[in-house]
């Protein structure tokens, strides 16, 4: 007899799901109780597996540019017959029928780390602006269906702008929802301080402004906004050189950070340590430790330009003239550099950072260049110091994404790298200092861009993910700190997901083979396009494979094998998730 659907969700979830039997003279519901082994069936041992070549490229072709993503066909608007019948069977199932899926992580003293766990990053909209869980039945099916595929947990943006409307003032609502949908399914979440604008980067699909007051602050003082040499505010993030004075109602920039992450804290005590399992602490512009330095907003950057400083708010400037008198040369604490281009420029157009006599590489560049980037760290650690402080003894991790810029790194002076803050070059190491502040308060290094290959991205741009990857690798192994990733845009083909798996295993050309993976990926993002058939068959065997870590000696193709028949069981649920998504 076929196992209804009901009986292919609790194989799924290796839970045992109570159906009414309409063939039962006593009424009473049986029991079902399916291995998960019979959905995760390994094919016969005559089936041979091919060898993939490393060149080779399944389906989508790479994106031709790192700030664009693959474009994906259609999807069938309307709910299959199957779909709709399941829809029914699981409204009319108990909520006791969902119950948490525990992994079996290896006994003490077992060969393997087991892997590398997968996050999936939340839509930036899964909390409205009336503080409310959007499309709350797609979020229910698709959190179901990435539980079923083996997904860790799922990363969500917790946007200050939302939360407090009013100073001291917070509003949970939708978040306090959605995290216990979370529970239900048995996902763990890694919460996002979100202090910054949504709006204006790469990806971003909905605004999502700072709280009002805030704003109105920022307006009755414009420099508490990042500002570059000609005049042009950012408002995606409030300017660190403010960092510590009374500039929001009476309260400092991280005071009000701080205060939020407390309210979170006392809010979800019950949650965290066990469903929340990681806080992530928004630093800046994109939630990443770095300044607006390439914003996409209104045309003013494109790619691959080598972007702009942001120095020139009188908080920055007044920063600048102390440290200049600090070291003897007041001259040099007017103003910022002058000669750097624009947002757009390339190095070898500019004074300041082409490469035979660059300012950059001189006594005043050095000089410049030390300020800005410790301006940078000092910003990190004293929210660092807040966090760990706050969510001290609670159970979770805390963690600061690092962007990956990598556009220009194979020119001596990484301008893209400057004007963000990370003071590599040819020369310095930019990555260690950060890794080492990172560790001093125990915190996770969370990276980007590893999705990337360097011969995917316009070589005239010289740009090399793969070795940035590497030096980020070795800089938190120098600084002992754990290394995390996130892929910067959305990859579905085999290609980009492989990709993914030698990074997160730390297989990096000229890397030493030792016992040390990232110690998480969060993947770039639910969506729609995720769940189509095609995406997500490559999708659960890349977890598959993630999770099994250095411990798996099958090749992708008969993982995916085995996907695909997973595949097939979940298809309803698949289909409910997509479909209701796209509304």
Request: aromatic share 10%; net charge negative.
């Amino acid at each position: 007899m076929a196992l209804s659907m009901a009986h292919q969700i609790g194989t799924l979830a290796g839970t045992q799901i109570q159906v009414a039997e309409s063939g039962s003279g006593s009424g009473e519901p049986s029991t079902a109780t399916v291995s998960a082994a019979a959905v995760w069936k390994s094919p016969a041992p005559s089936v041979r597996c091919r060898a993939q070549k490393p060149d080779a490229v399944d389906a989508l072709s790479p994106p031709p540019s790192p700030c664009r993503s693959p474009v994906l066909g259609g999807m069938r608007p309307d709910l299959s017959v199957a779909c709709q019948a399941f829809a029914a069977e699981m409204e009319a199932l108990p909520e006791a029928a969902v119950r948490e899926h525990r992994e079996v992580a290896p006994a003490a003293g077992e060969k393997g780390s087991g892997g590398v766990p997968v996050f999936v990053m939340m839509p930036l909209d899964s909390v409205t602006m009336n503080n409310t869980v959007n499309r709350r039945k797609a979020m229910n099916a698709s959190l179901q269906a990435l539980k079923s595929a083996g997904v860790e947990g799922i990363m969500m943006d917790v946007w200050w702008g939302l939360v407090e409307r009013e100073p001291g003032s917070y509003n949970w609502g939708g978040y306090a929802e959605l995290l216990e949908m979370a529970k239900k399914h048995g996902l763990k979440v890694q919460a996002v301080m979100s202090f910054h604008q949504c709006g204006g980067n790469v990806g971003d699909s909905c605004f999502i402004p700072l709280p009002k007051w805030a704003v109105e602050e920022v307006d009755k003082d414009p420099n508490l906004a990042y500002t570059d040499q000609w005049g042009r505010r950012n408002y995606e993030y409030i300017s660190l050189g403010c960092d510590t004075l009374p500039v929001l109602k009476g309260r400092t920039p991280v005071q009000c950070y701080a205060d939020f992450m407390c309210a979170f804290r006392d809010n979800f005590q019950h949650l965290l340590g066990e469903t929340i399992v990681e806080i992530q602490v928004g630093m800046g512009p994109a939630g990443e430790l770095r300044y607006p330095s390439y914003p996409e907003q209104n045309g003013t950057w494109k790619f691959p330009g080598i972007g702009a400083f942001q120095c020139y708010d009188k908080y920055m400037l007044s920063s600048l003239k102390a440290a200049a008198e600090a070291a003897g040369k007041p001259e040099w604490g007017h103003t910022g550099p002058t000669d750097a281009g624009e947002y757009n420029s390339w190095p070898e157009d500019t004074t300041f950072f082409k490469k035979e006599g660059g300012g950059w590489n001189s006594q005043y560049g050095e000089f410049f260049l030390s300020w800005y980037s410790q301006m940078l760290l000092d910003h990190g650690e004293r929210i660092l110091s807040s966090a760990k402080s706050v969510f001290e003894s609670t159970g979770v991790k805390i963690s600061v994404k690092v962007a990956g810029i990598h556009w220009h790194y194979g020119t001596r002076s990484h301008a893209p790298e400057l004007t963000a803050g990370y003071y590599n070059t040819r020369f310095r190491d930019g990555y260690l200092p950060i890794a080492q502040m990172l560790a001093r308060h125990g915190a996770i290094f969370n990276f980007t861009c590893i999705e990337m290959r360097d011969h995917e991205q316009p070589q005239d741009a010289l740009c090399t993910p793969e070795k940035l990857v590497k030096q980020v690798a070795l800089a938190t192994r120098e600084a002992e700190v754990p290394l995390a990733g996130e892929n910067a845009l959305q990859r579905y083909d085999d290609y980009g997901l492989e990709q993914i798996l030698l990074s997160a295993l730390l297989n990096i050309d000229g890397y030493p083979q030792e016992d040390r993976e990232m110690c998480a990926f969060t993947y770039l993002r639910m969506n729609p396009d995720l769940f189509q058939p095609d995406n997500w068959r490559r999708f659960v065997a890349f977890v598959k494979k993630m999770k099994e870590g250095r411990d798996l000696h099958r090749c992708l193709e008969q993982v995916e094998r085995e996907a695909q028949h997973f595949v097939h069981v979940t298809q309803p649920l698949v289909q409910e998730a997509a479909v209701a998504l796209k509304h």
